[in-house]
C-alpha cells in the first residue's frame, strides 16, 4: 500500500522505475560507501597485525628482563649500571660464604696457610744445591789415565786446603734446618680470623625460590600466551578478509547494477544486506569494547608517561600499595624504578653495614698476616762469582806432569807446555810469590793440540778429525806404539828439514820426534778415557752417577761452558745455592705479596659482587616495557578499534543504500507479477 511504501523510504509511486540519475546516484554513494568500507576494512587489519607484534614484542621485552635478571646483563650491551644476576650472586655469596666460614676447610684461612707454606718452603731449592755441591766435588776427584804423565791442574786446584775449606763452608750453611713449619704454626696462631656466614645475612635460597616460581609461571603462560595471540591474529584476518569480500561482492553488483538495472534480482540485495548487518553490529562490538580498554590503556601510559617517567613521581603507587611502608615494595620502587634512586640493593635492604664491617675485617687480617710472616734464616754464603771465574780460568786445564815425564822430557818445548785443548789458550796459573802472599801469576800460553799436530807432521790427531777413516799416520789413544815397526821404519827415514823445526842442542832428532808422538798418543789417553761426572737430578731429587768421556770434562768453550762437564757442574752448583740465596731472600716480599693477594680477592670479589648487585636495570626495563607496550601495542589497537568502527559506519552507509535499491527492486517486481497476472 502507499502508507507502506512511505515507511520504507519508497514516497514514489509503485509504477516509477529507477532511471539514469537514480542509478548514478546509487552506485556514487554506494561505491563511495563500498571503497571507504574496504580501505578502513584493510587498515585495520595492518594496524591490528601491526599491535599483535607489539604485543609480541612486549612478550619478549618481558622474558629478556626476566633472563637479565636471572643471568645478568650483557657486560658488550649494558656497561653501566649492570646487573650481576641472580644465579651468579647465589653462587659468588656461596663462595664467599664458604671462604669466609673459618670452619669451612676450604676456606680463605686455609688458602692463605697453603701459600704461606708454600712460600716459605725451600726444600726444593736446598736439596738441588746440596745435591749439586756433592757432584761437584765428586766430578773434581778425576784420576787420570796411568802413566799418561799429565795432571788435571784444576782438579788439584780444587784440592787445595783453602779451596777445600770454602767448599766445606758452604755444605755447613747448607746443612741449617729450614724447615718452617713451626714458625708458621706460631704465625696462624697468632691470627684469629672471624667466621662471617655471608648466606645468613643475604637470603640466598628465598631469592632463588622467588625468582624461580616466577620463571617457572612465566614458562608456563608463554605456550598459552603465544597461541591465543596466534589465534587472535588469525580470526581477525578472516573476519577482515570476510569484510572486504563482502564489500567486494558489492562494488561487482553496483557495476551490474548500473549497467541492467532493470534485470537487476533482489535475492543477491537481500544476502548482502542480511550479511552486512551482521558484520556491522560484530565490528561495532569489538570497536567499542577494545576502544574502550584500549583507552583505559592509553589513560594509564599517559599517566605512566607524564607522571612515572617524566616526574619521576612514584608517591601515588607506592601509598595504594603499602601505604604503611611495611614490605619491601616501597623500598625497591623508590630504590629501584625511581631515577632518583641508587639501584644499590646491598644499601637499600640494609646490607651496607655488614659488608663494610667484613671489608674492615679482610683488610685488618691482611696487615697482621704480613706483621706475623717467619724470619727465614740467614745463609752467610759469599764468593760464589768469583769461585765460578775460578772454575772457568783453571777448573778445565790439564797440563804435562814433569815429574812423572822422564827422558819423554826431551821433545818439542811446545809439549811439555801444553793442554788437550784444540786451540792454544793463554792463561795465568794462580801461585804464591816469594814472600808467600797470593799471587796472579803471570800469563801463560798453553799449546793446543792443534799447534802439536803440525809439530809432528805428517802424523794427524784423530781426536782433531773424528769423521776421518784413520790411515798408518793417524795417532789414537792407542797407536803407535812405541815399538810400532811402522813408526820405527818412519824414524829411520825421517829428518828434521822435513818438519821446519830446530833441534834443541844435545837431542836426537828422531828421539824428539818419537817423544812427541809419545806425548801425542798420551793425550788422545787423556781425551778418550772416561771419568766420573754425577749430576743432580732435580726431578728425582737424587745424584744421578753417569761417566763422560775427556774430550766433554776437560773440554774448553769460553762461549758455551756446558760443554765442559767440570765448568758446567760448577755453575750449577753456583747456580741452585743463587736460586735458593734468592728464594730465601724473596720469601718476605713474596709471602707478602701472596697473603695480600688472597685476602685482597676476597675484597675485590665483595666490592664487585656489591657494584654488581645493581637494580636499576628494571627502571630501564620499566621504561623500554612502557615505550613498546604505549606506542607499538596499545596505539596500534587503538586505532585498529577505531578503523573497525569507520568501517562499520560506512557498511551502514552501504546497507542503507542497499535497502532503498531492494525495495525499489521489490516494488518493480511485484508490478511485472501483477500486470502477468
Known amino acids: 500500500c502507499r502508507w507502506c511504501r512511505k515507511c520504507c523510504c519508497c514516497i514514489r509511486e509503485k509504477r516509477h522505475k529507477l532511471g539514469y540519475v537514480g542509478r548514478v546516484v546509487v552506485v556514487a554513494v554506494g561505491g563511495a560507501a563500498v571503497v571507504l568500507a574496504f580501505i578502513f576494512a584493510v587498515v585495520a587489519a595492518s594496524t591490528e597485525a601491526s599491535g599483535i607484534n607489539g604485543v609480541r614484542t612486549l612478550q619478549c621485552h618481558m622474558y629478556t628482563t626476566v633472563g637479565e635478571m636471572i643471568k645478568g646483563s650483557n657486560p658488550e650491551v649494558q656497561v653501566k649500571e649492570r646487573f650481576i644476576g641472580v644465579s651468579p650472586l647465589a653462587e659468588d655469596i656461596r663462595d664467599l660464604s664458604a671462604k669466609l666460614d673459618m670452619s669451612n676447610p676450604d676456606s680463605l684461612l686455609t688458602d692463605l696457610r697453603d701459600q704461606i707454606e708454600e712460600d716459605f718452603n725451600f726444600k726444593a731449592e736446598l736439596a738441588a744445591s746440596v745435591g749439586s755441591l756433592k757432584a761437584f766435588r765428586q766430578s773434581m776427584g778425576v784420576e787420570m789415565p796411568e802413566n799418561s804423565a799429565h795432571v788435571c791442574y784444576g782438579c788439584n786446584a780444587i784440592s787445595e786446603s783453602s779451596v777445600q775449606e770454602l767448599l766445606d763452608k758452604y755444605e755447613q750453611i747448607l746443612g741449617t734446618d729450614m724447615d718452617m713449619s713451626e714458625f708458621i704454626n706460631q704465625m696462624f696462631k697468632k691470627l684469629n680470623f672471624p667466621t662471617i656466614v655471608l648466606d645468613e645475612i643475604i637470603p640466598v635460597n628465598e631469592i632463588e625460590e622467588v625468582v624461580k616460581n616466577a620463571t617457572d609461571a612465566l614458562a608456563e603462560t608463554q605456550p598459552t600466551i603465544s597461541s591465543s595471540l596466534t589465534m587472535a591474529e588469525v580470526s581477525f584476518a578472516l573476519a577482515c578478509s570476510f569484510v572486504i569480500l563482502m564489500v567486494a561482492v558489492g562494488a561487482v553488483w553496483l557495476v551490474f547494477f548500473f549497467i541492467r538495472s532493470g534485470k537487476t534480482g533482489t535475492k ?47 608517591s601515588w603507587i607506592i601509598d595504594k600499595v603499602d601505604p604503611e611502608r611495611q614490605s619491601p615494595f616501597g623500598l625497591i620502587v623508590d630504590g629501584c624504578l625511581a631515577d632518583h634512586g641508587s639501584g644499590d640493593l646491598v644499601e637499600i635492604f640494609g646490607y651496607k653495614e655488614e659488608f663494610d664491617n667484613m671489608v674492615a675485617e679482610v683488610k ?84 793446543g793440540l792443534k799447534t802439536l799436530e803440525k809439530l809432528v807432521h805428517p802424523w794427524k790427531f784423530s781426536a782433531l778429525r773424528p769423521d776421518e777413516t784413520p790411515d798408518k799416520f793417524t795417532i789414537t789413544a792407542t797407536y803407535p806404539d812405541e815399538n810400532d815397526p811402522f813408526l820405527a821404519e818412519w824414524l829411520q827415514s825421517y829428518s828434521p828439514g822435513r818438519s821446519g823445526k830446530e833441534i834443541p842442542g844435545n837431542v836426537d832428532a828422531r828421539t824428539q820426534m818419537k817423544n812427541a808422538i809419545w806425548w801425542s798418543v798420551q793425550k788422545h789417553k787423556v781425551l778418550s778415557a772416561t771419568y766420573d761426572c754425577p749430576y743432580y737430578d732435580a726431578a728425582e731429587g737424587k745424584l744421578v752417577g753417569r761417566k763422560c768421556p775427556g774430550s766433554t770434562v776437560f773440554a774448553y768453550s769460553p762461549d758455551d761452558w756446558s760443554k765442559s762437564s767440570i765448568v758446567s757442574s760448577s755453575a750449577e752448583m753456583i747456580e741452585q745455592i743463587k736460586r735458593l740465596l734468592q728464594r730465601v731472600k724473596n720469601s718476605i716480599p713474596t709471602g707478602t705479596a701472596s697473603a695480600t693477594d688472597i685476602l685482597f680477592s676476597v675484597i675485590e670479589k665483595v666490592t664487585s659482587m656489591v657494584e654488581g648487585i645493581n637494580c636499576k636495570f628494571m627502571r630501564r626495563a620499566f621504561v623500554q616495557g612502557s615505550l613498546i607496550a604505549c606506542d607499538q601495542t596499545f596505539l596500534p589497537l587503538f586505532k585498529a578499534a577505531r578503523y573497525c568502527a569507520m568501517t562499520a559506519g560506512f557498511l551502514l552507509l552501504w546497507i542503507i543504500v542497499l535497502l532503498i535499491v531492494w525495495r525499489k527492486l521489490k516494488d518493480n517486481s511485484v508490478i511485472v507479477r501483477q500486470a502477468s497476472e
Do not use: H
Not at 562490538?285 to 616526574?311: H, N, P, S, W
Not at 691482611?366 to 752467610?380: D, F, Q, T
Not at 827422558?407 to 816469594?434: A, L, R, W
Open 268 to 314: 543477491l540485495a537481500c544476502i548482502q544486506w542480511n550479511t552486512l548487518c551482521v558484520c556491522m553490529f560484530v565490528l561495532l562490538i569489538v570497536a567499542g569494547v577494545f576502544g574502550f580498554v584500549m583507552d583505559l590503556l592509553m589513560r594509564g601510559c599517559q599517566y605512566t608517561t607524564t607522571v612515572l617517567v617524566e616526574k619521576d613521581d612514584w
Open 364 to 447: 685488618d687480617t691482611i696487615k697482621r698476616a704480613v706483621e706475623n710472616l717467619p724470619e727465614p734464616p740467614e745463609l752467610p754464603i759469599q764468593g760464589l762469582d768469583e769461585f765460578g771465574k775460578f772454575l772457568q780460568q783453571i777448573g778445565w786445564v790439564v797440563t804435562v806432569d814433569p815429574k812423572k815425564a822422564g827422558d819423554k822430557i826431551k821433545t818439542f818445548p811446545e809439549f811439555i807446555v801444553s793442554g788437550v785443548q784444540e786451540e792454544d789458550v793463554e792463561i795465568v796459573f794462580p801461585g804464591k810469590d816469594d814472600l808467600g802472599r797470593a799471587d796472579s801469576g803471570k800469563k801463560t800460553k798453553l799449546a
